[in-house]
């Protein structure tokens, strides 16, 4: 951990220079109205001209989000280094540093110092007139190459490009002699593909200790309940509860009172993969309900299963309603026929006669996977200029989410119209199922719109039931190009964004607080997004040996909240699925360009804010004059007020 | 006040009930109809307006859900305005009265509004002008705000679908004779309200003392003369009475050119520097005039390059931007994206919205707008220039540009007041002819006349709240204005250069919004202004949400800490007893929808709107959509 001496004496020169330049502030100044949302900000300097050099830069930098949580490892006090000095979570330990020419892609090669741990990638400027920090975590690395070889030329044409998960790419230049670029080169691999080298993912070295714990915020029992369950129709079952039943689900399931056990393992035979229907949510009232599965085992045969045709009946029968069950096969008709080739396929109106087949035509894996590379080549580094708006579209992203946002609004509206139930499901009911059930609870169920309760949902409807996180982000796992990987939870997010822009005042999180979920859905430092089920999580003893994201938010609230919530209570919320109010997410998608940067927080917020501090002032006011007065009247001597408390600009607290 | 004149109570023209039928066809509308017992509809005419015509048993279709249901009542048209009287507005709430229009009512189209007028006969839609030899059944009316009305006339007596149709056209198409406008009948017929207040009045700068206020307001006196030369437009009527010149400018040369050639102050920066306008000289053929023209003009620039002056640059507004055409034909096609007949039509261009929208180069338009205001921003505030705009008559381009700047530059202009009097003083004063731009005459169809030039201006504006229009301006030029680039197809490299560091350096300040503000250009910050442009069309409502959500927040919150005030207040002086709740502006803040104070009447449902139409191909990613979600395919780089 000894700091190299060479680099340590340039490092302190370098430091003593960008301190005056960042307004005296250190690495950590920043000021809070441009504080950015995001944890891992490419910092912008000013225009690189002299006369901006004295301008105080530093509020552009912006570190992980939770300064708190960082500790400045101080060695024997003697050797402590400002310059060596970058935040260091519990549980993280230095690996390397190194010089290197940052190819910044907004203001050109800058020159810093890497530093390399076993979470992040931190780099900081060692130039005067900037006041760059890169603070990156390895997580978030989906690919890193070498650029140029041994007969380059070029200025700065030799070094590694790496590629992240948060739509940025990150260029070093590195010199020729020596062995810097292989060294950098290996460690990062090592370190940010760590299954590769069997390695622990860093959530299992974080020490972080929080004042609440996240693992808590879901307790199923407890969920359950809240939505008033078991009741005459819907019964808790633990069937499942080694896993033995279906190993992608969780162990504890909710069911139709009516079906027993031998039914759900003869359902399971006809479901793929297992995924048996089961109870997602029930309204309070008409007690219609959403229910979750996988395609049915149909094949090229059409196969029928008695079982699985009187299950579906019993579970249309729960609220009483003669009306057919509503059964939304999120595909597209053309793919659910082709799944037919593979074994699997839909629930047809022969076998079903009492339920009614919907197609939702949203596209799979795959497409949205190179949707939204397609957004990346508009927005990243430059966004594109001429054809801007063609060019979105071209991506096809917005159409996506106008889709899936549509499938969630039928499926919320015919439970919320009490119409009938609903049965979701796609091939295996673990993304395009979970991105519908989720946002039709979140219209249906104001619950979910708050911290907590939206915590819960993405623990429930994602994380237990067994959303595939750790293929489709590819946690620690080098292979960059699985075709595993895809962006079905970020859609899912970007979907409860457009929700909360066309809601302003519906939700009590604010867009940090997503894009903080986001950020952490790559960074390995928390376990919560960690492995593809319930079972592996389990025998991986994720929520013993590691942290929850929800006890870092939890623990500070305020950050994450949206000024504007007013809480009401069976509100349905309908979001307009047109392309005339979907919007690119700018501030998630373009969030590296420091030209595009909206304004944080926006002035009617800002002014929102200012106005609610006023008003506590205010009423605090009041208060200690009614005290005041109340006591002055049956004996003014014994007032604890004095005069002087009357006047408006005292303000004392009792 | 407005009086009220009261028509349709006499015999036998009595309006049916205003009957609302949900879901039901026509037929069974018209069989019913008669049963009702009928009651009195009034129409309310302005002091001078006068009732021309008028059909009874008209259906007015409600926009949404296909057009399947209807509202029965008469359609008439008077001097002023097509009106349909058979709505039962007595259906809002208190909250939405106290936001209705007093003088245009929901289901009135002044005649200036109507922009065009289509006809259906056999389920076909097709555009009436003049004389016509067959009636339709059905009549369409697309309104300049972009309100769209259909009217059955398939119930409607023969004779009076004729009246009634022949008078509309004629009414909203026939060239009209300047004294006919129904402004000159109202003036004469209505009592002379005059401001009250002169501390807070729209200064109207048609005297010499109004320009000293603005000269004496930005500190521009010390170089610059208000001159009354042009008293009684002796010299020129383009100009108005009063301007303001250089103070070294010999008054002699105003009347030279009537006016051409000569540099008009626009408005003074806090440095010094100042915005002019120039009407550029006539046209001249041979050698003598032009020497002369030419001779003038060294002398008129050697004034304004002479010190106290800057050193001016000059913005040729007539050949090096946008032109007039341009900005006509983007904003037909533009409006047409909102002028939706049905919701089919909605759901139809919704999957093809974005490169509708980019076909119809406004949003290009707006962006190159604010970027050139914001070029000249940077002249008159990093560089320490003058700016002197150069346009034909200085009365279109030059009218936007200005107060583009002035907007960014002059945070008075931000305030209601203060932008009454820019658009009074940039537009009115500024001689932007109205009259042609937007075709008030109908002197011919000829589109080249009618331009929706101060719409630029206007997308940066919105209706103004209790005093509140400064802080909700301000956000707003910040995101509604704040929008818009295309290819920068502009001058030099260095200005190029001058212009991104002065843009990058403003923005990455934190932003003061009583000083200079500068809109974002970037493609994504360019959005289309949703509460003018989606105001009136259902499908395109949120319920309870928009961003009139928040701002309806922002208003109770005041409300709440302005109440706590006074209870303070009232504390201090020992007044015992608390006031009374004042009456809250916005009760129902929830309930509102993204279109307030718009639509009000359009929410009738809370059933979400659904899109109607299908997926467009994906084209180049068929073969991926045809794949299987768990499809490992490890070779795929």
Same mark, same amino acid.
């Given at each position: 951990?000894?700091?190299?001496?060479?680099?340590?004496?340039?490092?302190?020169?370098?430091?003593?220079?960008?301190?005056?330049?960042?307004?005296?502030?250190?690495?950590?100044?920043?000021?809070?109205?441009?504080?950015?949302?995001?944890?891992?900000?490419?910092?912008?300097?000013?225009?690189?001209?002299?006369?901006?050099?004295?301008?105080?830069?530093?509020?552009?930098?912006?570190?992980?989000?939770?300064?708190?949580?960082?500790?400045?490892? @101080?060695?024997?006090?003697?050797? %402590?280094?400002?310059?060596?000095?970058?935040?260091?979570?519990?549980?993280?330990?230095? &690996?390397?540093?190194?010089?290197?020419?940052?190819?910044?892609?907004?203001?050109?090669?800058?020159?810093?110092?890497?530093?390399?741990?076993?979470?992040?990638?931190?780099?900081?400027?060692?130039?005067? +007139?900037?006041?760059?920090?890169?603070?990156?975590?390895?997580?978030?690395?989906?690919?890193?190459?070498?650029?140029?070889?041994?007969?380059?030329?070029?200025?700065?044409?030799?070094?590694?490009?790496?590629?992240?998960?948060?739509?940025?790419?990150?260029?070093?230049?590195?010199?020729?002699?020596?062995?810097?670029?292989?060294?950098?080169?290996?460690?990062?691999?090592?370190?940010?593909?760590?299954?590769?080298?069997?390695?622990?993912?860093?959530?299992?070295?974080?020490?972080?200790?929080?004042?609440?714990?996240?693992?808590?915020?879901?307790?199923?029992?407890?969920?359950?309940?809240?939505?008033?369950?078991?009741?005459?129709?819907?019964?808790?079952?633990?069937?499942?509860?080694?896993?033995?039943?279906?190993?992608?689900?969780?162990?504890?399931?909710?069911?139709?009172?009516?079906?027993?056990?031998?039914?759900?393992?003869?359902?399971?035979?006809?479901?793929?993969?297992?995924?048996?229907?089961?109870?997602?949510?029930?309204?309070?009232? $008409?007690?219609?309900?959403?229910?979750?599965?996988?395609?049915?085992?149909?094949?090229?045969?059409?196969?029928?299963?008695?079982?699985?045709?009187?299950?579906?009946?019993?579970?249309?029968?729960?609220?009483?309603?003669?009306?057919?069950?509503? &059964?939304?096969?999120?595909?597209? $008709?053309?793919?659910?026929?082709?799944?037919?080739?593979?074994?699997?396929?839909?629930?047809?109106?022969?076998?079903?006669?009492?339920?009614?087949?919907?197609?939702?035509?949203?596209?799979?894996?795959?497409?949205?996977?190179?949707?939204?590379?397609?957004?990346?080549?508009?927005?990243?580094?430059?966004?594109?200029?001429?054809? %801007?708006?063609?060019?979105?579209?071209?991506?096809?992203?917005?159409?996506?989410?106008?889709?899936?946002?549509?499938?969630?609004?039928?499926?919320? +509206?015919?439970?919320?119209?009490?119409?009938? @139930?609903?049965?979701?499901?796609?091939?295996?009911?673990?993304?395009?199922?979970?991105?519908?059930?989720?946002?039709?609870?979140?219209?249906?169920?104001?619950?979910?719109?708050?911290?907590?309760?939206?915590?819960?949902?993405?623990?429930?409807?994602?994380?237990?039931?067994?959303?595939?996180?750790?293929?489709?982000?590819?946690?620690?796992?080098?292979?960059?190009?699985?075709?595993?990987?895809?962006?079905?939870?970020?859609?899912?997010?970007?979907?409860?964004?457009?929700?909360?822009?066309?809601?302003?005042?519906?939700?009590?999180?604010?867009?940090?607080?997503?894009?903080?979920?986001?950020?952490?859905?790559?960074?390995?430092?928390?376990?919560?997004?960690?492995? $593809?089920?319930?079972?592996?999580?389990?025998?991986?003893?994720?929520?013993?040996?590691?942290?929850?994201?929800?006890?870092?938010?939890?623990?500070?609230? +305020?950050?994450?909240?949206?000024?504007?919530?007013?809480?009401?209570?069976?509100?349905?919320?309908?979001?307009?699925?047109?392309?005339?109010?979907?919007?690119? %997410?700018?501030?998630?998608?373009?969030?590296?360009?420091?030209?595009?940067?909206?304004?944080?927080?926006?002035?009617?917020?800002?002014?929102?804010?200012?106005?609610?501090?006023?008003?506590?002032?205010?009423?605090?006011?009041?208060?200690?004059?009614?005290?005041?007065?109340?006591?002055?009247?049956?004996?003014?001597?014994?007032?604890?007020?004095?005069?002087?408390?009357?006047?408006?600009?005292?303000?004392?607290?009792? | 006040?407005?009086?009220?004149?009261?028509?349709?109570?006499?015999?036998?023209?009595?309006?049916?009930?205003?009957?609302?039928?949900?879901?039901?066809?026509?037929?069974?509308?018209?069989?019913?109809?008669?049963?009702?017992?009928?009651?009195?509809?009034?129409?309310?005419?302005?002091?001078?307006?006068?009732?021309?015509?008028?059909?009874?048993?008209?259906?007015?279709?409600?926009?949404?859900?296909?057009?399947?249901?209807?509202?029965?009542?008469?359609?008439?048209?008077?001097?002023?305005?097509?009106?349909?009287?058979?709505?039962?507005?007595?259906?809002?709430?208190?909250?939405?009265?106290?936001?209705?229009?007093?003088?245009?009512?929901?289901?009135?189209?002044?005649?200036?509004?109507?922009?065009?007028?289509?006809?259906?006969?056999?389920?076909?839609?097709?555009?009436?002008?003049?004389?016509?030899?067959?009636?339709?059944?059905?009549? !369409?009316?697309?309104?300049?705000?972009?309100?769209?009305?259909?009217?059955?006339?398939?119930?409607?007596?023969?004779?009076?679908?004729?009246?009634?149709?022949?008078?509309?056209?004629?009414?909203?198409?026939?060239?009209?004779?300047?004294?006919?406008?129904?402004?000159?009948?109202?003036?004469?017929?209505?009592?002379?309200?005059?401001?009250?207040?002169?501390?807070?009045?729209?200064?109207?700068?048609?005297?010499?003392?109004?320009?000293?206020?603005?000269?004496?307001?930005?500190?521009?006196?010390?170089?610059?003369?208000?001159?009354?030369?042009?008293?009684?437009?002796?010299?020129?009527?383009?100009?108005?009475?009063?301007?303001?010149?250089?103070?070294?400018?010999?008054?002699?040369?105003?009347?030279?050119?009537?006016?051409?050639?000569?540099?008009?102050?626009?408005?003074?920066?806090?440095?010094?520097?100042?915005?002019?306008?120039?009407?550029?000289?006539?046209?001249?053929?041979?050698?003598?005039?032009?020497?002369?023209?030419?001779?003038?003009?060294?002398?008129?620039?050697?004034?304004?390059?002479?010190?106290?002056?800057?050193?001016?640059?000059?913005?040729?507004?007539?050949?090096?931007?946008?032109?007039?055409?341009?900005?006509?034909?983007?904003?037909?096609?533009?409006?047409?994206?909102?002028?939706?007949?049905?919701?089919?039509?909605?759901?139809?261009?919704?999957?093809?919205?974005?490169?509708?929208?980019?076909?119809?180069?406004?949003?290009? !338009?707006?962006?190159?707008?604010?970027?050139?205001? !914001?070029?000249?921003?940077? =002249?008159?505030?990093?560089?320490?220039?003058?700016?002197?705009?150069?346009?034909?008559?200085?009365?279109?381009? =030059? =009218?936007?540009?200005?107060?583009?700047?002035?907007?960014?530059?002059?945070?008075? =202009?931000?305030?209601?007041?203060?932008?009454?009097?820019?658009?009074?003083?940039?537009?009115?004063?500024?001689?932007?002819?109205?009259?042609?731009?937007?075709?008030?005459?109908?002197?011919?169809?000829?589109?080249?006349?009618?331009?929706?030039?101060? *719409?630029?201006?206007?997308?940066?504006?919105?209706?103004?709240?209790?005093?509140?229009?400064?802080?909700?301006?301000?956000?707003?030029?910040?995101?509604?204005?704040?929008?818009?680039?295309?290819?920068?197809?502009?001058?030099?490299?260095?200005?190029?250069?001058?212009?991104?560091?002065?843009?990058?350096?403003?923005?990455?300040?934190?932003?003061?919004?009583?000083?200079?503000?500068?809109?974002?250009?970037?493609?994504?910050?360019?959005?289309?202004?949703?509460?003018?442009?989606?105001?009136?069309?259902?499908?395109?409502?949120?319920?309870?949400?928009?961003?009139?959500?928040?701002?309806?927040?922002?208003? /109770?919150?005041?409300?709440?800490? /302005?109440?706590?005030?006074?209870?303070?207040?009232?504390?201090?002086?020992?007044?015992?007893?608390?006031?009374?709740?004042?009456?809250?502006?916005?009760?129902?803040?929830?309930?509102?929808?993204?279109?307030?104070?718009?639509?009000?009447?359009?929410?009738?449902?809370?059933?979400?709107?659904?899109?109607?139409?299908?997926?467009?191909?994906?084209?180049?990613?068929?073969? *991926?959509?045809?794949?299987?979600?768990?499809?490992?395919?490890?070779?795929?780089?």
């Amino acid at each position: 951990m000894l700091p190299r001496q060479p680099a340590r004496g340039g490092g302190r020169r370098a430091v003593a220079r960008g301190g005056a330049a960042a307004g005296g502030g250190p690495w950590r100044g920043r000021s809070g109205a441009r504080e950015a949302s995001s944890l891992a900000t490419a910092v912008a300097p000013g225009p690189r001209v002299s006369s901006m050099a004295s301008a105080p830069t530093s509020k552009y930098n912006s570190h992980s989000l939770e300064n708190e949580s960082i500790k400045r490892t @101080s060695r024997d006090g003697v050797n %402590w280094d400002l310059s060596e000095a970058v935040p260091r979570l519990p549980g993280e330990t230095r &690996i390397t540093d190194k010089e290197v020419i940052y190819i910044c892609p907004f203001n050109g090669p800058i020159k810093g110092r890497v530093y390399i741990t076993n979470y992040r990638l931190y780099l900081r400027s060692l130039e005067t +007139d900037s006041a760059l920090i890169l603070d990156v975590p390895l997580g978030v690395i989906s690919r890193i190459e070498k650029m140029g070889g041994a007969t380059s030329r070029g200025e700065n044409s030799y070094g590694l490009d790496i590629t992240c998960k948060d739509m940025r790419n990150l260029r070093f230049a590195l010199k020729q002699e020596g062995h810097s670029r292989r060294d950098m080169f290996e460690i990062l691999t090592r370190y940010a593909f760590p299954l590769a080298h069997s390695l622990p993912i860093f959530a299992f070295l974080n020490e972080e200790k929080f004042n609440v714990d996240g693992w808590t915020v879901y307790n199923p029992v407890e969920e359950y309940r809240r939505q008033g369950l078991p009741n005459h129709h819907w019964r808790i079952t633990f069937i499942n509860k080694c896993y033995e039943l279906c190993d992608t689900y969780p162990a504890l399931l909710v069911v139709p009172y009516r079906a027993s056990d031998d039914d759900l393992r003869r359902v399971a035979t006809f479901r793929s993969r297992n995924r048996i229907p089961v109870l997602s949510w029930i309204h309070p009232e $008409n007690k219609t309900v959403i229910v979750r599965c996988s395609q049915p085992l149909v094949g090229m045969s059409g196969k029928r299963n008695k079982d699985d045709e009187k299950y579906l009946d019993v579970i249309r029968e729960t609220n009483r309603q003669i009306s057919k069950l509503t &059964i939304y096969d999120a595909r597209p $008709n053309v793919n659910a026929v082709a799944n037919k080739a593979t074994g699997g396929g839909y629930e047809s109106d022969d076998a079903y006669h009492n339920a009614e087949l919907f197609f939702l035509d949203i596209h799979n894996i795959h497409v949205m996977r190179e949707s939204l590379k397609k957004v990346k080549d508009i927005v990243y580094p430059n966004v594109e200029e001429s054809h %801007w708006l063609s060019s979105l579209e071209s991506t096809h992203w917005l159409e996506h989410i106008k889709l899936v946002l549509t499938g969630a609004i039928q499926v919320a +509206d015919r439970v919320s119209s009490g119409k009938s @139930s609903v049965l979701v499901h796609c091939s295996d009911g673990w993304d395009r199922t979970a991105q519908l059930t989720s946002l039709a609870m979140l219209m249906l169920d104001s619950f979910y719109r708050s911290i907590e309760g939206f915590e819960i949902l993405v623990q429930k409807e994602w994380i237990s039931f067994g959303h595939k996180f750790a293929s489709r982000i590819g946690h620690g796992d080098k292979n960059h190009a699985d075709a595993d990987r895809s962006p079905i939870f970020l859609q899912f997010i970007d979907c409860v964004w457009q929700m909360s822009k066309q809601f302003p005042t519906a939700f009590e999180f604010n867009e940090r607080f997503l894009i903080t979920i986001l950020d952490h859905l790559y960074s390995c430092r928390f376990g919560t997004f960690l492995y $593809n089920c319930e079972s592996a999580r389990e025998k991986q003893k994720v929520t013993e040996r590691t942290v929850s994201l929800w006890s870092l938010i939890n623990s500070n609230k +305020d950050k994450f909240k949206n000024p504007f919530y007013t809480k009401e209570i069976n509100r349905v919320l309908y979001p307009v699925a047109s392309m005339r109010h979907l919007e690119l %997410w700018v501030n998630y998608y373009i969030r590296w360009n420091p030209r595009i940067k909206q304004q944080q927080p926006n002035p009617v917020e800002q002014r929102y804010v200012e106005l609610l501090a006023l008003r506590d002032e205010y009423i605090q006011r009041l208060e200690e004059l009614q005290l005041a007065s109340s006591a002055k009247l049956p004996d003014p001597s014994t007032s604890p007020a004095g005069p002087s408390q009357m006047m408006p600009h005292v303000r004392t607290h009792f | 006040m407005l009086g009220k004149g009261v028509v349709g109570g006499g015999g036998g023209t009595k309006a049916p009930k205003p009957s609302f039928v949900s879901y039901v066809r026509p037929e069974e509308i018209h069989a019913n109809e008669k049963e009702v017992t009928e009651k009195e509809v009034t129409l309310h005419l302005l002091p001078g307006e006068q009732l021309l015509c008028e059909a009874s048993t008209v259906l007015k279709y409600v926009q949404e859900d296909s057009c399947q249901r209807g509202i029965y009542g008469k359609l008439v048209c008077t001097d002023f305005k097509i009106a349909f009287l058979g709505d039962d507005e007595s259906a809002l709430d208190n909250d939405e009265a106290q936001f209705k229009n007093k003088v245009i009512g929901e289901n009135d189209i002044t005649l200036h509004c109507v922009d065009q007028i289509y006809g259906v006969f056999d389920e076909k839609k097709k555009p009436l002008f003049g004389q016509l030899k067959k009636y339709p059944e059905k009549l !369409i009316i697309h309104c300049k705000d972009l309100r769209v009305f259909h009217f059955g006339l398939r119930y409607t007596k023969e004779e009076e679908v004729k009246r009634i149709v022949s008078g509309i056209i004629h009414h909203t198409q026939a060239p009209k004779l300047l004294k006919r406008l129904f402004l000159f009948s109202y003036a004469a017929a209505a009592q002379n309200n005059t401001a009250t207040d002169p501390k807070n009045h729209t200064v109207m700068f048609d005297t010499l003392k109004d320009w000293c206020w603005e000269l004496e307001r930005t500190k521009g006196n010390v170089k610059y003369k208000a001159v009354s030369v042009n008293e009684g437009y002796k010299v020129c009527v383009r100009l108005p009475a009063y301007f303001v010149v250089p103070i070294s400018l010999p008054e002699e040369d105003v009347l030279r050119f009537q006016g051409h050639g000569i540099p008009i102050w626009c408005w003074s920066c806090h440095n010094g520097c100042a915005l002019l306008k120039m009407s550029a000289l006539p046209k001249e053929q041979d050698d003598g005039s032009l020497q002369i023209q030419k001779s003038f003009l060294d002398g008129i620039y050697k004034t304004i390059h002479r010190p106290p002056y800057e050193i001016v640059k000059t913005e040729d507004l007539s050949t090096n931007f946008l032109s007039l055409q341009d900005i006509q034909t983007a904003y037909s096609k533009f409006k047409q994206l909102f002028l939706i007949d049905n919701s089919t039509e909605f759901w139809d261009t919704d999957i093809k919205w974005f490169s509708l929208l980019e076909n119809s180069s406004w949003l290009d !338009i707006i962006r190159r707008c604010l970027k050139k205001a !914001i070029e000249i921003a940077e =002249c008159l505030e990093a560089q320490n220039m003058n700016v002197l705009l150069l346009e034909e008559n200085a009365s279109d381009l =030059c =009218c936007l540009i200005s107060s583009l700047v002035q907007v960014m530059m002059d945070p008075h =202009c931000r305030t209601r007041v203060g932008f009454q009097s820019l658009v009074q003083k940039e537009w009115i004063m500024g001689g932007h002819c109205f009259l042609d731009r937007c075709n008030h005459l109908r002197q011919s169809d000829k589109e080249e006349h009618q331009r929706q030039l101060s *719409l630029p201006l206007t997308q940066s504006k919105s209706s103004p709240k209790r005093g509140f229009f400064r802080e909700e301006t301000d956000h707003l030029i910040k995101n509604l204005l704040g929008k818009r680039i295309s290819k920068l197809i502009n001058s030099s490299d260095e200005l190029q250069d001058n212009f991104r560091e002065f843009y990058d350096s403003w923005h990455s300040k934190p932003t003061d919004y009583h000083g200079l503000l500068l809109p974002h250009i970037e493609g994504p910050e360019i959005k289309v202004w949703a509460q003018r442009y989606l105001r009136w069309i259902p499908e395109a409502q949120i319920l309870g949400g928009g961003r009139v959500a928040t701002m309806s927040k922002l208003l /109770e919150m005041m409300e709440e800490v /302005e109440r706590l005030q006074e209870k303070i207040e009232e504390r201090h002086h020992s007044q015992g007893a608390l006031p009374a709740e004042g009456p809250s502006l916005l009760r129902s803040s929830a309930r509102l929808s993204s279109l307030f104070p718009f639509a009000l009447l359009q929410r009738h449902s809370s059933k979400p709107v659904l899109p109607t139409s299908g997926w467009k191909a994906l084209g180049d990613e068929d073969d *991926l959509a045809k794949r299987e979600d768990e499809f490992v395919d490890l070779g795929d780089v």
